[in-house]
């Protein structure tokens, strides 16, 4: 890192701590740093608490940098740098975990019917493909369409039916002289609803979350910002970020590296609590289509998970329930989990194949 | 107004030391924050729990001051008209039909020019904050307006200054101090997050949440203020769907004081939940452990 802080250059010891920030992972830029060292000089640069505060106040920018920052500011101006500051560590075998894991799960069935390979791999469940299957469909997914829910918005727009527009009709008449003249209209016009996808990364979800995430992608590119996308495993994690980034690899990739709890347990009803009292209540979840991508198994009690879905089914304009187990032959909903949340879906669907995943996108598009 | 008002405070613990002249306690982050906004004529983003304070704060500050509370409050569907300005249509029309009506050998140039004076201008809070600065503007809930109006937003409080077409230019002489406030249903873009001095509001400590119910409300003993603050804390611990805010803490003492109990017991605390929570899950749960809650 930068050279010894010395008191003589207090600057050089401040902008040190700030690429301190940056390493461990805050959104530190330039002009961030700026204003701190402004904030800095207008305060006084050897009281610690001013600094601590300017510097809170300048390179943070949400509750979750602040207890990072506190990390960093304790290494930083106790001296103790030899520790070394903490350094986000990249989790490598992320993506090693969400591509091709090759168990031998991949029985090959003999297809002896003239359909085409496309065809079959887009009805077969993506738990049982080969490597070189999957990355065909990842190129598959392309081929989705994803079709934003609408809403009607607050704002009117001009429209040759509803109700009178004075504005409009009173400027028509300024244009001409005060002479009345047509009579112009208004009504609401629509805007995209906002879509909330929470993706369970547990263990047994294991085989179907790379293309969960997939689907998520498709449908975070086409309407950036009206998708928010977060997993939920033993803890919450929003992913949107990530999944805004184009290249759909190299999204899924940076969304590994954000998503702490890939194939650990699941505590769905407290996870969900987490995401309604921290989002969801807020107005995330508020007049939402809400998809729910997990198989419902709940460990212990489902009493949690029942109330915490009639929470979430009071907030969203839609709950849909995506299970991937639906889609199998012989499924019945009987898991804990699942007959908990039951009452409170408005659509259970599968999600298991590619189709299966494009009809997923025709409830949402239609909510 | 004064315009000496804003120069005039010199540190961080002055302006402590003036906001609490009105009745607002501030931290000590807070103080040091409010005080660089001030200094630095930075945009102050303040998020945290509703109700710890971040609107009052705006009040706080230009009380302290003695500057003018200009505020906006956001939507969803806001835009530039109803936040910058607007054109008093009807009032324009009316005056072209006196102007025709009296003169008949009026010059159309002029005609028109007159149709877009000053007198016809609707000033909405921003273009209003920046014509009386010095003033405070408050840009209330951020979040729940669209991303296109934050970045509308954006390029005013980077410039300080707005232009009108058919009017010209507008600069703010000094640029107003300007507090957004954020309840985070939904990220505010990082580049206005970039232009703003950043603060989360916690809740506060017992002691300051004590001394901001004596502050507020001198009419309430300390015993009760007292009690009132330490069960709102215990509250909060209770894994709540709306853990109260100081504003609910004020509310309950205030419908205390409005019932004249002076003492908080199970009974007149029953009586007042619905100050404290607005749920009804809520309220059931505290409503069981309520003698627990008030034991002292």
Not at chain 2, 36 to 41: I, K, S, T
Request: hydrophobic share 45%; charged share 25%; with cysteine.
């Amino acid at each position: 890192m930068t050279t010894e802080a010395t008191s003589a250059e207090p600057d050089l010891a401040l902008t040190g701590f700030a690429s301190a920030l940056r390493h461990a992972g805050l959104a530190v830029t330039a002009d961030r740093v700026h204003l701190f060292l402004r904030s800095v000089a207008a305060l006084d640069a050897t009281m610690t608490a001013d600094v601590y505060w300017a510097g809170r106040a300048a390179l943070c920018s949400g509750p979750d940098d602040t207890a990072r920052y506190d990390e960093v500011f304790a290494a930083w101006f106790s001296g103790q740098r030899s520790r070394g500051v903490v350094r986000r560590t990249p989790q490598a075998s992320v993506q090693a975990a969400l591509g091709d894991d090759g168990e031998g799960q991949d029985g090959k069935r003999t297809l002896n019917v003239a359909a085409s390979a496309t065809e079959v791999l887009r009805h077969r469940d993506v738990a049982d493909l080969s490597a070189t299957d999957r990355a065909e469909l990842a190129r598959l997914f392309g081929t989705l369409r994803p079709r934003a829910p609408v809403r009607r918005a607050t704002r009117r727009r001009p429209s040759h039916r509803g109700d009178v527009d004075p504005r409009r009709t009173l400027r028509a008449q300024l244009r001409q002289v005060g002479e009345p003249s047509r009579v112009h209209y208004r009504r609401r016009g629509v805007r995209p609803r906002r879509v909330v996808v929470l993706i369970d990364v547990s263990g047994s979800m294991r085989p179907y979350a790379d293309s969960l995430l997939r689907l998520a992608h498709t449908m975070v590119q086409q309407a950036p910002r009206a998708v928010e996308v977060f997993t939920i495993g033993t803890r919450l994690t929003r992913v949107t970020g990530a999944l805004r980034r184009r290249d759909a690899d190299f999204a899924l990739r940076s969304a590994g590296d954000v998503v702490p709890d890939w194939s650990g347990g699941t505590r769905l009803g407290e996870v969900l609590k987490v995401f309604l009292d921290r989002w969801g209540q807020r107005g995330t979840a508020r007049r939402a289509v809400v998809v729910v991508c997990s198989d419902g198994w709940e460990r212990g009690d489902a009493t949690l998970l029942g109330a915490q879905m009639e929470r979430l089914a009071g907030l969203a304009h839609r709950v849909v329930w995506l299970n991937p187990h639906r889609g199998k032959p012989g499924y019945e909903p009987v898991q804990a989990g699942i007959v908990a949340v039951l009452p409170h879906l408005d659509d259970l669907v599968a999600g298991h194949s590619l189709t299966s995943f494009a009809e997923l996108l025709e409830v949402v598009a239609d909510a | 107004m004064n315009a000496e008002g804003v120069s005039a405070v010199g540190s961080a613990a002055e302006l402590a030391e003036r906001l609490r002249a009105t009745g607002y306690l501030a931290g000590e982050g807070l103080a040091t924050v409010g005080y660089l906004a001030l200094a630095l004529h930075r945009p102050l983003l303040l998020e945290g729990e509703p109700g710890t304070g971040k609107t009052s704060l705006a009040a706080g500050i230009a009380e302290a001051l003695d500057l003018d509370l200009i505020r906006l409050q956001c939507y969803e569907g806001i835009d530039a008209s109803q936040a910058l300005y607007d054109w008093d249509f009807p009032r324009q029309i009316l005056h072209l039909r006196t102007v025709e009506a009296t003169s008949s050998d009026a010059v159309v140039e002029e005609v028109e020019k007159s149709l877009f004076d000053e007198r016809f201008l609707l000033s909405r809070p921003v273009l209003r904050a920046l014509r009386e600065s010095p003033a405070v503007l408050l840009v209330d809930e951020i979040d729940r307006a669209d991303d296109e109006f934050e970045a509308f937003l954006l390029e005013v409080l980077s410039t300080y200054e707005v232009t009108i077409p058919e009017l010209g230019t507008i600069t703010a002489e000094v640029p107003p101090i300007v507090v957004l406030t954020s309840n985070r249903t939904r990220e505010v873009h990082d580049a206005l997050k970039r232009r703003c001095l950043y603060h989360w509001i916690d809740h506060p400590g017992l002691a300051r949440e004590v001394e901001i119910v004596r502050t507020r409300l001198p009419g309430v003993s300390a015993r009760l203020a007292e009690q009132v603050a330490r069960s709102v804390h215990r509250i909060r611990e209770l894994d709540l769907l709306k853990p109260p805010g100081v504003a609910e803490t004020l509310d309950w003492a205030r419908a205390l004081e409005a019932l004249g109990a002076d003492v908080l017991d199970v009974e007149s605390a029953a009586a007042t939940l619905g100050a404290v929570l607005k749920y009804r899950e809520d309220t059931d749960r505290v409503r069981e452990s309520l003698d627990r809650l008030l034991a002292s």
